[in-house]
C-alpha cells in the first residue's frame, strides 16, 4: 500500500489559494482528510500533487519517489487517481465514454470491462443509464460517475476534492459510505473537504489547513472536539 | 437547362465539397483541442502539395512510371511530411503561446503562413509560376448526353469520403480519438485521466494537416495545375466553412464544406455574367448567413466539441 508524503511546499493558484510550507503524511491504507475553508489552500495542495501547478519549492514523495514537478499523466501512471472537486463530468460524452476514460492508461480490454462491471454494480442507477450523456444527468448521478471513474484505473492512492459538495445530505452521506468502502478494499484515500462532522466521522487522521498553513493535526477522533479546528472554519 | 448540366454541377459541387470538408475539419479539430484559429493551415496545404509534386518528380527522374505507384509515392510523401510539419508547427509555434492571449497565435500562424507561402514563391524553383499536376488517375468518361462523369473525379470524391468516413471512426471509435474528444470538453480533467495533452495536440495538428494536404493533392489532380497562392483561398473557404458549420464541430465543418461548394455552384450556374462571380457570391451569402446566425449554423455550446 501506498502513501504520499509532502514536505514544506509552497505554492499558488488562483492568487488567493496560496500553501506556505505544508507538510504532511498521507498513511498508506487510510483516509488521511484534509479540511479547511474556502481559499485556505486545499485546491492548490490537490493540483499540486496532480502535477497541475508545479509548486515553487518542496517535495512530494509517492512510495519515497519523489515526484514533484512531473506531467500529470505521469502522476497517474504512478498509481494515482483524482475525483476532482465539481465532478467534472465530460459532459458530451456517455457514461460508459466517461467511465472508459477512468482507465485512460489500462490497455487490457478484459481489465477494463471487469472494472466496469465492478462499477455497474456498486451504483446500478448507471448500468441502467451507461449511454446516456453526461452532462444530462443530475448532480446525484454525476457524483456517482466521478466516483466510478475515479476507481476504473485500479488506483493506489485516490485523491477526493470536495465530494459533497452541491450534493444532498442523503447523497452525501452515501458519498461518504463508499470512500469508506473504498478504504477498506486498501486504497489509500486523500479526502479533501469542507464538510467537518461527516469527514471526521469516516476519517483516520486529519489535517486542518487555514490561511494556507497547516494549524491543527491529529487522529480523526480526537480532532472533533479540537478548538483550532473551529477556529480554522470560524476564527 | 437540360439534366445533363445540372448532373455536371452537381458532380462538381460534391467534388470541391469534399475538398473543403477536409480543409474545414482541420479547423475544426485545431479550434477544438486549444482553442486556437491556425491561419497557417491553408499555406501548409499548399507546402504538403508542392512536397507531392516534388515525390511526382522525383519518381519520374528515378524510372517509376506506373502512375498508381506514383500516386501511393505522392500520397505517402505529402500526408507524411505534412502531418510531421503540423505536428511541428504545434510543437514550437502554438503550445508555447498557449498561455498568451489567442491573438498572438493568430497573428503568429498569419505570419508563418506568409513566410511559406513566400518561401515556395522565392525558393521553389520557378516557384513563382504555376507548376502542371500529373494527371495520375485514369480520365476515362461514361457519356450521359450532355452529362460526362470522369473516372478520376469519381475516383477523388470517393477517396475524398472515404478520408471523411475514416476521420470519423478515428475520433468516435478509438482511444485516440476518445483522448481528442476529452482535451476538447475539459483539457484539464483529462490531463487527469492520464491523458498526455502535449502528444493529443500533436497528433491532432498531424491528423488535421495530413487530411488538408490530401485535400491539395486532390485539387491538384482534378485542376492538373498548382501554384504557391493555392493554400490562401482554400484556406479561407475552409476557415469559412468551418464557421458557418459551428466551429468546434466535425460534422459542421463538413456541412460547412459542402455548403460553400454549393453556394459556388449556384454563383457559377444562375449568376447571368461569367463564372468568376462565383467566389463573390458565395462569400457574399456567407456574409448574409453569420449576420444572421452569428455563431455557425450549428451553434457551439460550450461542451460541444469535435
Same mark, same amino acid.
Given at each position: 500500500?501506498?502513501?504520499?508524503?509532502?514536505?514544506?511546499?509552497?505554492?499558488?493558484?488562483?492568487?488567493?489559494?496560496?500553501?506556505?510550507?505544508?507538510?504532511?503524511?498521507?498513511?498508506?491504507?487510510?483516509?488521511?482528510?484534509?479540511?479547511?475553508?474556502?481559499?485556505?489552500?486545499?485546491?492548490?495542495?490537490?493540483?499540486?500533487?496532480?502535477?497541475?501547478?508545479?509548486?515553487?519549492?518542496?517535495?512530494?514523495? =509517492?512510495? /519515497?519517489?519523489?515526484?514533484? &514537478?512531473?506531467?500529470?499523466?505521469?502522476? #497517474?501512471? %504512478? !498509481?494515482?487517481?483524482?475525483? $476532482?472537486?465539481?465532478?467534472?463530468?465530460?459532459?458530451?460524452?456517455?457514461?460508459?465514454?466517461?467511465?472508459?476514460?477512468?482507465?485512460?492508461?489500462?490497455?487490457?480490454?478484459?481489465?477494463?470491462?471487469?472494472?466496469?462491471?465492478?462499477?455497474?454494480?456498486?451504483?446500478?442507477?448507471?448500468?441502467?443509464?451507461?449511454?446516456? =450523456?453526461? /452532462?444530462?444527468?443530475?448532480? &446525484?448521478?454525476?457524483?456517482?460517475?466521478? #466516483?466510478? %471513474? !475515479?476507481?476504473?484505473?485500479? $488506483?493506489?492512492?485516490?485523491?477526493?476534492?470536495?465530494?459533497?459538495?452541491?450534493?444532498?445530505?442523503?447523497?452525501?452521506?452515501?458519498?461518504?459510505?463508499?470512500?469508506?468502502?473504498?478504504?477498506?478494499?486498501?486504497?489509500?484515500?486523500?479526502?479533501?473537504?469542507?464538510?467537518?462532522?461527516?469527514?471526521?466521522?469516516?476519517?483516520?487522521? /486529519?489535517?486542518?489547513?487555514? &490561511?494556507?498553513?497547516?494549524?491543527?493535526?491529529?487522529?480523526?477522533?480526537?480532532?472533533?472536539?479540537?478548538?483550532?479546528?473551529?477556529?480554522?472554519?470560524?476564527? | 437547362?437540360?439534366?445533363?448540366?445540372?448532373?455536371?454541377?452537381?458532380?462538381?459541387?460534391?467534388?470541391?465539397?469534399?475538398?473543403?470538408?477536409?480543409?474545414?475539419?482541420?479547423?475544426?479539430?485545431?479550434?477544438?483541442?486549444?482553442?486556437?484559429?491556425?491561419?497557417?493551415?491553408?499555406?501548409?496545404?499548399?507546402?504538403?502539395?508542392?512536397?507531392?509534386?516534388?515525390?511526382?518528380?522525383?519518381?519520374?527522374?528515378?524510372?517509376?512510371?506506373?502512375?498508381?505507384?506514383?500516386?501511393?509515392?505522392?500520397?505517402?510523401?505529402?500526408?507524411?511530411?505534412?502531418?510531421?510539419?503540423?505536428?511541428?508547427?504545434?510543437?514550437?509555434?502554438?503550445?508555447?503561446?498557449?498561455?498568451?492571449?489567442?491573438?498572438?497565435?493568430?497573428?503568429?500562424?498569419?505570419?508563418?503562413?506568409?513566410?511559406?507561402?513566400?518561401?515556395?514563391?522565392?525558393?521553389?524553383?520557378?516557384?513563382?509560376?504555376?507548376?502542371?499536376?500529373?494527371?495520375?488517375?485514369?480520365?476515362?468518361?461514361?457519356?450521359?448526353?450532355?452529362?460526362?462523369?470522369?473516372?478520376?473525379?469519381?475516383?477523388?470524391?470517393?477517396?475524398?469520403?472515404?478520408?471523411?468516413?475514416?476521420?470519423?471512426?478515428?475520433?468516435?471509435?478509438?482511444?485516440?480519438?476518445?483522448?481528442?474528444?476529452?482535451?476538447?470538453?475539459?483539457?484539464?480533467?483529462?490531463?487527469?485521466?492520464?491523458?498526455?495533452?502535449?502528444?493529443?495536440?500533436?497528433?491532432?495538428?498531424?491528423?488535421?494537416?495530413?487530411?488538408?494536404?490530401?485535400?491539395?493533392?486532390?485539387?491538384?489532380?482534378?485542376?492538373?495545375?498548382?501554384?504557391?497562392?493555392?493554400?490562401?483561398?482554400?484556406?479561407?473557404?475552409?476557415?469559412?466553412?468551418?464557421?458557418?458549420?459551428?466551429?468546434?464541430?466535425?460534422?459542421?465543418?463538413?456541412?460547412?464544406?459542402?455548403?460553400?461548394?454549393?453556394?459556388?455552384?449556384?454563383?457559377?450556374?444562375?449568376?447571368?455574367?461569367?463564372?468568376?462571380?462565383?467566389?463573390?457570391?458565395?462569400?457574399?451569402?456567407?456574409?448574409?448567413?453569420?449576420?444572421?446566425?452569428?455563431?455557425?449554423?450549428?451553434?457551439?455550446?460550450?461542451?460541444?466539441?469535435?
Amino acid at each position: 500500500m501506498a502513501g504520499i508524503e509532502i514536505r514544506g511546499l509552497r505554492a499558488a493558484y488562483d492568487k488567493a489559494d496560496v500553501l506556505h510550507d505544508v507538510s504532511l503524511n498521507v498513511a498508506p491504507g487510510q483516509i488521511t482528510c484534509l479540511l479547511g475553508s474556502n481559499g485556505a489552500g486545499k485546491s492548490t495542495l490537490i493540483r499540486a500533487i496532480l502535477g497541475l501547478t508545479p509548486p515553487h519549492s518542496g517535495q512530494i514523495l =509517492l512510495e /519515497g519517489e519523489d515526484i514533484t &514537478g512531473l506531467a500529470t499523466h505521469k502522476v #497517474i501512471a %504512478r !498509481g494515482i487517481a483524482a475525483i $476532482p472537486e465539481g465532478r467534472r463530468m465530460f459532459p458530451k460524452m456517455t457514461v460508459t465514454e466517461n467511465l472508459r476514460l477512468g482507465a485512460f492508461q489500462v490497455t487490457d480490454a478484459a481489465l477494463i470491462r471487469q472494472r466496469l462491471d465492478t462499477v455497474f454494480a456498486t451504483f446500478p442507477r448507471l448500468a441502467e443509464r451507461r449511454d446516456q =450523456l453526461a /452532462g444530462t444527468m443530475s448532480g &446525484g448521478e454525476q457524483a456517482m460517475v466521478s #466516483i466510478g %471513474r !475515479g476507481l476504473m484505473g485500479g $488506483p493506489k492512492i485516490l485523491l477526493i476534492d470536495e465530494p459533497s459538495l452541491g450534493l444532498s445530505p442523503l447523497y452525501v452521506k452515501e458519498n461518504f459510505r463508499i470512500i469508506k468502502d473504498i478504504r477498506d478494499q486498501g486504497i489509500t484515500v486523500f479526502l479533501v473537504e469542507q464538510n467537518v462532522r461527516q469527514t471526521l466521522a469516516i476519517a483516520d487522521y /486529519g489535517y486542518v489547513l487555514s &490561511g494556507g498553513k497547516l494549524v491543527a493535526q491529529g487522529p480523526a477522533a480526537d480532532l472533533a472536539g479540537d478548538e483550532a479546528v473551529r477556529e480554522a472554519y470560524f476564527g | 437547362m437540360d439534366f445533363g448540366l445540372i448532373a455536371q454541377y452537381l458532380a462538381n459541387g460534391i467534388l470541391l465539397g469534399t475538398m473543403y470538408a477536409l480543409v474545414a475539419v482541420g479547423f475544426t479539430l485545431f479550434f477544438g483541442v486549444l482553442d486556437v484559429i491556425k491561419f497557417s493551415h491553408g499555406d501548409v496545404l499548399m507546402l504538403g502539395t508542392f512536397i507531392g509534386f516534388t515525390a511526382w518528380m522525383g519518381l519520374a527522374a528515378i524510372g517509376v512510371t506506373n502512375p498508381w505507384v506514383q500516386l501511393l509515392g505522392v500520397l505517402i510523401c505529402s500526408l507524411g511530411g505534412t502531418a510531421l510539419i503540423g505536428a511541428a508547427i504545434a510543437k514550437w509555434l502554438v503550445l508555447p503561446l498557449k498561455k498568451a492571449p489567442q491573438l498572438n497565435t493568430l497573428l503568429i500562424t498569419l505570419m508563418l503562413g506568409t513566410a511559406i507561402r513566400e518561401a515556395v514563391r522565392l525558393f521553389y524553383p520557378n516557384g513563382s509560376n504555376p507548376k502542371a499536376f500529373p494527371a495520375l488517375l485514369p480520365d476515362a468518361a461514361v457519356e450521359l448526353g450532355s452529362f460526362s462523369l470522369r473516372a478520376d473525379s469519381v475516383i477523388l470524391v470517393l477517396a475524398g469520403l472515404g478520408l471523411i468516413g475514416v476521420l470519423s471512426l478515428v475520433i468516435n471509435r478509438t482511444r485516440l480519438g476518445l483522448a481528442i474528444r476529452a482535451v476538447a470538453q475539459d483539457e484539464e480533467t483529462a490531463r487527469i485521466m492520464g491523458i498526455n495533452y502535449t502528444l493529443v495536440v500533436l497528433a491532432t495538428f498531424a491528423i488535421g494537416s495530413g487530411v488538408a494536404a490530401f485535400a491539395g493533392i486532390m485539387n491538384g489532380l482534378y485542376y492538373n495545375e498548382i501554384n504557391f497562392g493555392m493554400g490562401l483561398i482554400l484556406g479561407l473557404i475552409g476557415f469559412s466553412a468551418a464557421i458557418i458549420g459551428g466551429l468546434g464541430n466535425l460534422y459542421g465543418a463538413i456541412l460547412g464544406g459542402f455548403l460553400f461548394a454549393g453556394l459556388q455552384v449556384i454563383g457559377a450556374a444562375l449568376l447571368p455574367f461569367a463564372s468568376a462571380y462565383k467566389d463573390v457570391f458565395a462569400f457574399a451569402v456567407v456574409i448574409a448567413l453569420m449576420a444572421w446566425k452569428p455563431t455557425g449554423l450549428i451553434p457551439e455550446r460550450s461542451s460541444d466539441r469535435v
